[in-house]
């Protein structure tokens, strides 16, 4: 492509090029010349600009794809900008003329949209000097707006964005006319369209003071009903317009406007209304009385996102002098009875309100205004807990109010202990002795009716003693204390064997923390409370649990603190259950319903200390003990066969607790070696398989392990990359399976000791009916392999007879199907961790119908688990004709069928094969299977097609790795060409395209630095793609286009121009998106490897032109700094943390004053922010004084567990 670097288009060159890389030799002669524009004087091009309009005019008037677009307006406003621009006005007529022709037809298209970006990038550019030419521009996109289809409306959209950019205020007689096309296409039926509108409305607020007086109550409704049925870019989108709207009420603003601006209180009850009713009044509420459960969850996920953007917009200095009406605010939508109508909704709305304030209190202060939040939230606290009496009447039910309160309660708590621990040593005055500001109403929760408050106060406590390990003796001696003295209230006996476990179980943070004369201490307070179970029947029940859950926490400790207490432990074990059949036959026919209950809630308590014991203390588990073990273990499988005739005679209100027992069955015996219990299969598989295929569950339940079964590749089509973003929290909420995201501590009380989760948030169980699955699922696929083959048959058959006998019940045999299909990719792992195969023809046969019926599903995730399935199985058949059959089946569908859903199954169907045979057992198949699925990505009626083809084509490149190098050249090719052609609101497409060209960068290696004439073609594609896909609009492409940089650059160091992908990498740290800032972080670490010093002088050169709030006067160094103090991300921090350490060993000797200098900053601003922390007053001050001397940001200092001051303080040696 040397031929097309030049000032001009060659146009003769042009000609001889073929016909299918003409639009790629343009794009390359369109990129070169941004370059040299961008470096030119304007002597450098006065004599050739006109023929360079010329061409870069023809060009929109041709009809260029996507990509090409945006870079002619580019070229232009860059050759207007250097050159002479009296001939911008002739341009801009000529892009009107071609808006307002009414030609309809599919070719025009592209022209129309090429003049209408060329348009907004021109008017961003050189807004001031079209300033004639606005009304008429404006007024031909309005009137094309009325029948245009959707990607014209989003493109104009897009352009009356880029118009207000560049005119600011100056536009003001049209804004207007802009608000109410805005506010249309908000709610526009096109995804696209919405997001355009949020885009362009969220800039015109800042210029039109009337969109947040007199229209802001009509915008918050169009944004609640915008919000419906919203794809997680069109959520964003509009709750940045939200966040934004609101903002800007209460923001002191210069404009001069004839309406009033809402107070604070207005501006927040229209948030809270949008929450809790899905809109204030009129259309919005009554939109949603026919909406769908989904569509109302999507609307509070989007107006929570809302809360957090006001936040990230209105700034530190607000929230901080604002913080408790804030927090009051937030905790206020908790309060409402149509927020939290039953359990489920009322944990999906608590998880909303902890995600804002996570995102607020915990990312967006310093230290000091942290610690103010904690007294802040410890105050509410004591509000809620002066509403009730916890002793007043024991027998007292929970009132109205209470039962609301208790989810305010569990959101301060959470929050509170997830601050502390943050914080850590510094806010050691908060819960110290002379301070009761904050232990006591904590403590004083674990009184309280609710079981879910009770939880989150001992998490909490856990959450203090992680922080402060040296207070954990103290805390465990106080409960002690508090248990002995309210022996005879079930609510103290709960809630402070809860707090004593959890504090126990804090110890797994702190090793050695927690005496061992206490846990002698505890071990006997546990025994006590077990033996005086049967003593009060009103108790028998808190006392069980109680007794059980501080011998499963006592468990953590390890071999060293359990072993002298392993007979007692053993004895109790088998004291809780029957010794025999015949005394469990006995046992069942005797005793009353409450009996029963106290029995069922023992014998889970008891399997839950087992299990403990099991996961936590193996070095104990020796064979010996094990098969004393087996003896209740066998005793509870006995039980769980006789649990339905039970419930049929005591009542179904034991379906919870036998539900438990089952649980906790399955969880120790998937911890113990399947060959102990080998004996019990077939009453137990009975069990299991009846458990995921819902033969006494009347509902349709589904597993929550099929996403985290499937390969991370595959993500692409399940979605589950909404994980890997800020928004995880509340976007599971909207994800596929049964209660997905409604994870509270309250559905399994035993996961306040276990290991915590590693996002500084409370740990989240799902709610026993999926947990339930989700064991059996995972136990089925451990004893599996063990099973015999005609066993193996009757069941796959069975598989098959529960789907077809659900027919009728489309949604009840959704769910089946999605159970059986993660047991069985769980079963098909077992066999491939095994070394085992799957059986002989009839059980291959069984299998694979089951399978390919599937294949057509119309349900993407069944078509996604099946192609799993199939590969996997593929992986454990020992007879390669199976493998060569099922290729050729699939072969000879995707050449006969005609459907989308067929296509898309087989293909994906086709490259699991590949990925799991590996490609020395399938290479015989591997050029028809590239013909194929090449075909198939080139299908651009059926953009759905192209996204499986592509995927299924980019996992045969991961499998065939250098055996697919003769393949390489088409395959770039045709890709190249897609990025060209496909427009950019396909996003799955360019997904699957840039997860592709990874692979086949991967595939290449260090060829890439070779200098053929093949190698040099092949490095071209692969870089202009790069450069096309870091200018798409999806942050997941963009993120995509740094990896594939950062291959190239370790591949082929010299072709990666540092210079220009440094300053773009610097601009993706504050970016809204995890995924870039992942990207760009992990990026600049393997840069800085090796040329830390040449990234750190071309940040320091680029500074002015990084729009980025983070690179101040401290450069790249500072921006680390600081980045390690806002971002709570794992991987991202040590990304950080690393880059630092490479960039510190490479220009530390040079720059030993600054870098003394630097660290000296922030270590003053954190001793700052200590010594301030007892004085609110100051506060404010101090944080100011704090930033400055830090960075040139307004956001506060803060320390973290491995924040800016601990790095700082490891650099000075201190």
């Known amino acids: 492509m040397d031929l097309a670097q030049g000032l001009l288009l060659n146009e003769d060159a042009l000609k001889s090029v073929p016909e299918n890389k003409k639009e790629a030799f343009v794009y390359d002669w369109l990129q070169f010349l941004q370059k040299v524009l961008k470096a030119s004087q304007k002597n450098d091009i006065q004599e050739k600009q006109a023929k360079l309009v010329e061409q870069l005019t023809s060009q929109i008037q041709k009809g260029c794809g996507p990509p090409a677009r945006s870079l002619i307006g580019h070229c232009l406003a860059a050759l207007y900008k250097v050159g002479d621009s009296f001939t911008i006005y002739k341009t801009v007529s000529k892009c009107n003329e071609i808006v307002k022709c009414k030609d309809d037809s599919p070719s025009y298209l592209s022209t129309r949209l090429a003049a209408i970006v060329t348009i907004g990038i021109l008017y961003e550019s050189q807004g001031r000097l079209l300033g004639g030419l606005f009304p008429d521009t404006v007024q031909v996109l309005l009137k094309g707006l009325k029948n245009a289809e959707s990607q014209t409306r989003s493109e104009t959209m897009l352009a009356l964005c880029r118009i207000l950019i560049g005119l600011g205020a100056s536009a003001s007689m049209y804004h207007r006319d802009i608000y109410k096309a805005g506010k249309s296409c908000l709610v526009d039926r096109s995804m696209l369209v919405r997001t355009a509108a949020a885009q362009c409305l969220t800039e015109l607020i800042k210029e039109s003071g009337f969109v947040y007086t007199n229209e802001f109550e009509v915008l918050v409704q169009h944004c609640v009903r915008a919000l419906d049925g919203s794809s997680y870019e069109t959520r964003s989108a509009i709750a940045r317009l939200l966040g934004n709207l609101v903002a800007c009420t209460q923001k002191p603003r210069p404009i001069v406007t004839k309406g009033k601006k809402p107070s604070a209180k207005e501006a927040f009850d229209a948030l809270e209304n949008g929450f809790v009713h899905a809109g204030s009044t009129g259309g919005a509420r009554e939109l949603l009385k026919g909406s769908s459960i989904t569509s109302l969850r999507s609307i509070r996920v989007g107006v929570t996102e809302a809360y957090v953007e006001f936040v990230r917009e209105i700034g530190t200095e607000w929230l901080s002098r604002n913080l408790p009406s804030f927090i009051n605010r937030v905790l206020n939508i908790l309060s409402h009875p149509k927020a939290t109508p039953n359990h489920i909704e009322s944990v999906y709305s608590q998880r909303c309100v902890s995600y804002i304030l996570r995102s607020t209190l915990g990312t967006r202060l310093g230290e000091t205004q942290q610690q103010t939040a904690v007294l802040e939230l410890c105050k ?405 392999p063990r099973v015999a083959m005609k066993h193996r048959l009757q069941m796959l058959r069975h598989f098959d007879t529960c789907a077809k006998q659900a027919a009728r019940n489309p949604q009840r045999q959704r769910a089946i199907q999605i159970n059986v299909f993660t047991a069985l990719i769980c079963a098909l792992k077992g066999l491939g961790d095994c070394k085992k195969r799957i059986g002989g023809a009839d059980v291959r046969s069984a299998a694979s119908q089951l399978i390919v019926d599937a294949l057509a599903s119309s349900d993407t995730t069944l078509r996604c688990a099946a192609g799993e399935a199939i590969g996997r199985m593929a992986q454990v058949t020992d007879d390669q004709a199976f493998v060569t059959q099922t290729i050729q089946k699939c072969f000879e569908k995707l050449k006969t069928a005609r459907d989308v859903i067929s296509r898309t199954g087989h293909s994906l169907a086709l490259g699991c094969l590949h990925r799991y045979v590996g490609g020395i057992g399938s290479s015989q198949h591997l050029r028809m299977s590239v013909g194929i699925l090449l075909a198939l990505s080139q299908d651009s009626n059926s953009p759905e097609v192209q996204v499986w083809a592509l995927h299924a084509l980019s996992l045969i490149v991961d499998a065939f790795g250098p055996m697919f190098r003769s393949f390489v050249d088409p395959t770039l090719q045709v890709i190249l060409t897609l990025f060209l052609q496909v427009a950019p609101y396909h996003v799955q497409v360019h997904r699957s395209l840039s997860r592709c060209l990874s692979a086949l960068i991967t595939t290449l290696g260090p060829e890439l630095q070779g200098t053929a004439a093949s190698i040099s073609s092949a490095r071209s594609i692969c870089l202009t793609s790069c450069a096309i896909m870091s200018h798409h609009i999806d942050a997941q492409v963009q993120a995509e286009s740094v990896s594939c940089s950062q291959q190239l650059h370790m591949f082929a160091p010299r072709h990666v121009e540092l210079a220009s992908l440094v300053p773009r990498l610097c601009k993706y740290f504050t970016s809204w998106h995890l995924v870039l800032r992942r990207a760009a972080l992990s990026c600049l670490r393997q840069f800085a490897q090796r040329e830390a010093k040449e990234i750190c002088d071309i940040v320091t050169r680029n500074k002015n032109n990084i729009k980025s709030q983070l690179v101040g006067t401290t450069g790249l160094e500072g921006a680390l700094f600081q980045m390690l103090d806002n971002e709570t991300d794992t991987k991202l921090s040590s990304d950080i943390r690393d880059t630092l350490s490479h960039v510190i060993q490479a220009t530390a000797i040079e720059k030993l004053g600054f870098w003394l200098s630097l660290c000296k900053s922030v270590l003053a601003a954190s001793s700052d922010i200590t010594l301030s922390s007892g004085d609110d007053k100051t506060e404010g001050r101090n944080d100011g004084e704090d930033v400055q001397s830090f960075t040139s940001t307004a956001e506060s200092p803060k320390k973290t567990e491995y924040g800016a001051t601990t790095v700082a303080d490891s650099c000075t040696g201190n």
């Open 380 to 784: 509410i606290i004591k509000k809620q807990l002066s509403k009730l009496d916890a002793f007043s009447n024991e027998t007292t039910n929970i009132s109205s109010d209470t039962s609301h309160n208790q989810h305010i309660l569990v959101s301060c708590l959470q929050e509170t202990g997830s601050l502390l621990r943050s914080l850590g040593a510094s806010a050691l005055p908060l819960v110290s002795e002379s301070q009761s500001g904050v232990l006591d109403p904590v403590l004083g929760v674990l009184l309280y009716p609710s079981l879910s408050a009770r939880l989150s106060a001992a998490w909490c406590l856990r959450c203090i003693a992680s922080a402060f390990p040296w207070q954990l003796p103290g805390l465990i001696e106080k409960c002690i204390e508090k248990v002995r003295a309210y022996k005879s209230s079930d609510e103290a006996l709960s809630g402070y064997t809860a707090a004593i476990s959890a504090l126990v179980g804090s110890a797994q943070d702190t090793p050695g923390s927690i005496p061992f004369d206490k846990t002698k201490v505890i071990f006997q307070l546990a025994d006590d409370i077990l033996r005086s179970a049967g003593e009060n029947a009103r108790l028998s029940v808190f006392r069980a649990q109680g007794a059980w859950l501080l011998f499963g926490s006592l468990m953590t400790l390890g071999p060293s603190a359990v072993k002298p207490h392993l007979n007692k432990m053993l004895a109790l074990w088998k004291t809780a259950f029957p010794r025999s059949p015949s005394e469990l036959e006995k046992e069942c026919k005797r005793g009353d319903s409450f009996s029963w209950q106290v029995t069922l809630e023992s014998r889970s308590g008891a399997l839950c200390a087992m299990r403990s014991f099991v996961a936590h203390c193996g070095d104990l588990l020796n064979e010996e003990f094990t098969r004393k073990l087996m003896v209740p273990l066998e005793s509870a499988m006995a039980l769980i066969g006789a649990l339905p005739e039970i419930i049929k005679t005591q009542g179904s209100h034991l379906k919870a607790s036998a539900a438990m027992l089952r649980l906790r069955l399955y969880d120790i015996l998937a911890f113990l070696p399947a060959s102990v219990y080998e004996g019990s299969f077939s009453s137990l598989l009975r069990e299991l398989v009846a458990e995921f295929t819902l033969t006494d569950n009347p509902s349709n339940t589904t597993t929550s392990l099929l996403r985290s079964l499937c390969h991370q590749d595959d993500s692409i089509l399940l979605g589950s990359w909404l994980r890997e973003t800020d928004q995880s929290l509340v976007e599971e909420q909207l994800s596929g399976h049964s209660a997905s995201g409604s994870g509270a501590l309250e559905h399994d009380p035993t996961s306040i000791y276990l290991k915590p989760p590693a996002n500084n948030v409370a740990p989240g169980p799902l709610p026993l009916g999926v947990s339930v699955i989700d064991a059996a699922i995972a136990l089925f696929g451990l004893a599996f």
